[in-house]
């Protein structure tokens, strides 16, 4: 039996904070963001996050083929977009 005390003993959590910092820049802020969503949505695991995304999809693909909304055109689309980007750079 160890004579180390439960109080000096790595912490299995910290071990793997400390591995998971070690990551590469893009992953660590995109595991970070797959944290923030799963407090924000309330998924517990990958595959329930999947799940969720495919049903929103399913979902929206009911409304797109239902009729209940319309596809705008990609032209409309980006002259809207640069219309905005145009006030917000004049601000």
């Known amino acids: 039996m160890s004579t180390e005390t439960t109080a000096t003993a790595p912490d299995r959590s910290t071990e793997l904070v400390d591995r998971l910092l070690k990551l590469p820049e893009q992953t660590r802020l995109d595991l970070a963001n797959l944290l923030l969503d799963s407090v924000r949505k309330g998924f517990t695991s990958l595959e329930e996050a999947a799940n ?29 977009w640069e219309r905005r980007a145009a006030e917000v750079s004049k601000q």
Do not use: P
């Open 52 to 80: 969720s995304d495919k049903a929103l999809i399913r979902s929206r693909l009911e409304e797109l083929v239902s009729g209940k909304v319309k596809l705008i055109d990609s032209k409309d689309f980006l002259a809207d």
